[in-house]
């Protein structure tokens, strides 16, 4: 079974600019997780998504958004970027809401 | 006092020797714990993930429980060069945070031939 897919798996913006990062779930998988990993702040939590609605939400700001679509996929966007946006963006997907999370390979995001 | 915390490290053992990892929690309502392993430049693997009090096994990887002291540990036998990576804590505490998964700061385990 293929794993968690993200792409793109790197990305480089600048300042003000808007991104999209998009996850594909393994198949089965209805739960979708995002975290961000910063070398200062570590693996904090974005927010999750379950049947399309997001059941919880992290301490980001509303830059941060995401959705998901009917086959389970996601996106997330982060809009006005800041050079503090700069780090690894992990998708983590679970058979339910709250299950074990697996995680992709990340999208790394640099903001200039 | 943060959420989860690990055991400052880095960790260095020899070849073959036991690594101990160790964690804490805040949350005495939490729920269900996982063990990921970061290797340097990659995403988290799931190693081990436990949900009852006591311990589980799973080939040279022993997950550790004790809700009463809100203490969750890792115990890698015969340790390989291959296990060297960061060592990732993770606790969903349920209730209105159920589904979202709360990570200690990591614990870097070298192990040296």
């Known amino acids: 079974k293929a794993g968690v897919t993200q792409t793109p798996r790197y990305l480089i913006k600048t300042r003000g600019q808007q991104v999209t990062l998009s996850c594909s779930p393994i198949?089965?998988?209805?739960?979708v997780s995002w975290y961000q990993q910063t070398p200062g702040q570590g693996l904090q939590f974005l927010f999750e998504?379950?049947?399309?609605?997001?059941?919880n939400k992290g301490n980001f700001p509303g830059r941060f958004s995401g959705r998901q679509f009917s086959n389970s996929r996601s996106e997330m966007n982060v809009s006005t970027l800041e050079l503090g946006d700069s780090a690894l963006y992990l998708c983590a997907s679970s058979l339910e809401f709250g299950e074990t999370q697996y995680f992709g390979p990340g999208t790394r995001l640099l903001v200039l | 006092q943060k959420e989860v915390e690990q055991n400052s490290g880095p960790l260095s053992v020899p070849e073959g020797a036991i690594a101990s990892l160790n964690c804490t929690y805040s949350?005495?309502?939490?729920?269900?714990f996982f063990w990921y392993r970061q290797y340097s430049g990659k995403s988290p693997e799931l190693i081990m993930s436990i949900y009852s009090n006591g311990d589980k096994e799973d080939g040279r990887f022993t997950a550790q429980l004790n809700k009463a002291s809100q203490y969750v540990s890792l115990l890698i036998r015969d340790s390989q060069p291959s296990d060297s990576a960061t060592y990732l804590c993770?606790?969903?505490?349920?209730?209105?945070?159920?589904?979202?998964?709360?990570f200690g700061q990591g614990t870097i385990l070298t192990v040296h031939p």
């Open positions: 998504y379950f049947s399309e609605t997001q059941r």
């Open positions: 993770a606790v969903n505490k349920g209730g209105t945070s159920y589904g979202k998964l709360t």
């Open positions: 198949s089965g998988h209805r739960s």
């Open positions: 949350d005495r309502g939490s729920q269900s």
